[in-house]
């Protein structure tokens, strides 16, 4: 649903970034993360970046258990 670039810029926002900073680290203006970030509340249907950066976290929770229990699944350890 996201792209690449959106769940790069909805990681960034948990981790308590500023549009300004967000710019600097991938190389591009704040206006252009303003775009990003207005794409990404459309497609997820939120209103704000706070929304945007617990639904980040709780994503994140999600890939790390599952990874977990891929692992578990495997066999390793």
Known sequence: MLTERERQIMGLVSEG????EIGR??????GTIKVHLHHIFQKLDISNRTSLAALAVSQQDLIDESDVDRVLANGKR
């Open 17 to 20: 970034l500023s549009n300004k």
């Open 25 to 30: 680290r991938l190389n591009v203006t704040d």
